[in-house]
């Protein structure tokens, strides 16, 4: 492929001084990190997924990230590191990644936006059958981060301040984070809210909770 353009020609980052650097030592050359292999995949606008497995019953992490506007993907394997990049040649953006550590099965089905604007970024983490993840993230960015912000779609929406983590599990929501008002899809299982760590009365009617800071 050609790399003059893309990616430093090939080269990454300057090393010194860097995380990498310290942790590997003298196992990491001077100067510039190569890249001898890399592959390079254009994504788009879509949403990716990149398993980094260690060999078969070893650890290994998937790698999500949701989709933005003109996006490469370059992948590395090579001096012992496996090295992922993400690119877009946009003015500004937000790269909304999640990482699943895993040993053997995958345990998340998707990684999906509720909704993404200027402010802030919801997203739902859904798990295969049989496993206990189903989960909500509502994030605001620094500059938004002080103020209430609202971020929804039509099956859960929330009114937070900073950040909010909701996960369903069987019959309790737990729910994390400054919350002023949260409507969510929970299922017909679920029972009660538990809200930073207590139980909180919260109306919980065919599979939708509703509460709201009175």
Not at 57 to 67: A, F, H, S, T
């Amino acid at each position: 492929m050609e790399t003059d353009d893309d990616l430093n020609g090939g080269k990454l980052w300057d090393l010194e001084g860097s995380n990498m650097k310290k942790n590997h030592g003298a196992n990491v050359p001077a100067g510039k990190f190569d890249l001898p292999n890399p592959h390079k995949r254009e994504m788009g606008k879509k949403a990716w997924e990149l398993p980094v497995g260690y060999g078969k019953d070893k650890p290994g992490v998937v790698i999500r990230m949701l989709g933005g506007d003109d996006t490469t993907v370059y992948r590395d394997i090579g001096q012992g590191v496996t090295t992922t990049i993400a690119e877009r040649r946009v003015p500004e953006t937000a790269f909304v990644v999640l990482h699943e550590p895993y040993k053997g099965e995958m345990r998340i089905e998707d990684f999906e936006a509720i909704q993404k604007t200027d402010s802030g970024v919801a997203v739902r983490v859904v798990g295969e059958k049989g496993t206990d993840v189903n989960d909500r993230i509502f994030l605001a960015y620094r500059e938004q981060s002080k103020e209430p912000l609202k971020l929804g779609d039509k099956s859960d929406e929330m009114t937070f301040l900073g950040f909010a983590h909701v996960r369903v599990a069987g019959k309790d929501v737990l729910v994390t984070g400054d919350v002023k008002k949260m409507k969510l899809d929970v299922g017909r299982k679920a029972k009660k809210l538990i809200l930073n760590g207590e139980e909180t009365p919260a109306d919980i009617n065919k599979g939708t909770l509703s509460y709201e800071v009175r």
